[in-house]
């Protein structure tokens, strides 16, 4: 059985050379785990900064596998534009809440910190917010307007 994985970019030298490369070379010598899951930590970085990039500029198709092991495509943005004003972004939780009166109140759940190996995203289809994490990431599309 042969399992595909692509990641669209065909990098520059600051990227460490083509995936699309890479990840034929690793399919060859059936080496398992994908570019982010053995890349070093700066890789993994210009990873996730050229996916949140792509995000944030336009919708793109992204297709992982969920945490119960299917496989899902999701059309998601980051675009303030493209994200409906009736839907805002869900609030994390912080060591204190909003001021009500002039007052601050502690709060008594610590502070969680965000994961960097997940990225939360706004569904274009379903409309809601969902999160996919780098690691389980097996294809990102993007279509690019140039204008």
């Given at each position: 059985?042969?399992?595909?994985?692509l990641?669209?970019?065909k990098?520059?030298?600051?990227?460490?050379?083509?995936?699309?490369k890479?990840?034929?070379?690793?399919?060859?010598?059936?080496?398992?785990?994908?570019?982010?899951?053995?890349?070093?930590?700066q890789?993994k970085?210009?990873?996730?900064?050229?996916?949140?990039?792509?995000l944030t500029?336009s919708?793109i198709?992204?297709?992982?596998t969920?945490?119960?092991g299917?496989?899902?495509?999701?059309?998601c943005?980051?675009?303030?534009?493209?994200?409906?004003?009736?839907?805002?972004k869900?609030?994390?939780?912080?060591?204190?809440?909003?001021?009500?009166?002039?007052?601050?109140?502690?709060?008594?759940?610590p502070r969680?910190?965000?994961d960097?190996h997940?990225?939360?995203v706004?569904?274009?289809e379903?409309?809601?917010w969902?999160?996919?994490?780098f690691?389980?990431?097996?294809?990102?599309?993007?279509?690019?307007?140039?204008?």
């Open positions: 059985m042969i399992k595909k994985r990641l669209t970019f990098g520059d030298s600051e990227m460490g050379g083509m995936w699309e890479d990840e034929v070379v690793r399919l060859l010598k059936g080496v398992p785990g994908t570019q982010y899951q053995e890349g070093d930590d890789v970085e210009q990873i996730r900064s050229w996916v949140r990039g792509l500029n919708e198709n992204v297709t992982f969920k945490a119960d299917t496989e899902r495509e999701m059309l943005t980051l675009d303030s534009s493209r994200i409906p004003v009736s839907v805002t869900p609030v994390t939780l912080t060591t204190s809440t909003a001021p009500v009166d002039g007052i601050v109140r502690e709060s008594k759940r969680k910190e965000p960097p997940s990225i939360r706004f569904d274009v379903k409309q809601e969902r999160s996919f994490r690691d389980r990431l097996k294809k990102v599309t993007a279509t690019l307007n140039f204008q």
